[in-house]
């Protein structure tokens, strides 16, 4: 089941998105977007901190950070994570081929995946990792829910 497009993951979302090796990790910088429309820029510097946001418009602004500190009441920088689950997103959904995850990857903290054969089908690599996976937990990236979901093994 898709989020209705009232929900942050759904109504914020990324786009310009520009990184570079710093001395001591990589910086980046992307537009953020309110249902395509722009309103601030969020950059890092790669130094490990927090980010840097630049609001073009300060009700949106606002109204971004009131959205990030809702979803994730008690992350100490919820507009970070909720910019880093939006990049995330666009990033798999433009995936050309299917992303998917098992137990000992670290998709949750580093965004470990692997990426099944080309031209394989959702429904195909769900069947592959529920036969051949079935004990390694697998995950897999479903487009419609912008997620990382549970493949149930089948009997």
Do not use: K
């Amino acid at each position: 089941m898709s989020l209705p497009s009232s929900h942050p993951l759904q109504r914020y979302s990324v786009n310009g998105y520009q990184e570079a090796a710093s001395d001591e990790g990589v910086a980046w910088s992307c537009n953020l977007l309110r249902h395509g429309q722009s309103f601030g820029l969020v950059s890092n510097e790669g130094r490990g901190g927090v980010n840097d946001y630049a609001f073009t418009d300060s009700a949106r602004g606002e109204e971004f950070l009131a959205a990030a500190a809702g979803l994730f009441p008690d992350d100490a920088h919820p507009a970070d994570t909720l910019v880093a689950r939006v990049i995330t997103i666009r990033q798999f959904n433009a995936l050309d081929q299917i992303a998917y995850c098992l137990d000992d990857d670290r998709f949750d903290d580093l965004g470990e995946h692997r990426l099944a054969e080309p031209g394989s089908s959702f429904e195909q690599v769900r069947a592959e990792l529920a036969t051949r996976f079935a004990g390694r937990h697998p995950r897999i990236w479903d487009r419609s829910r912008s997620e990382m979901v549970p493949v149930d093994p089948r009997p």
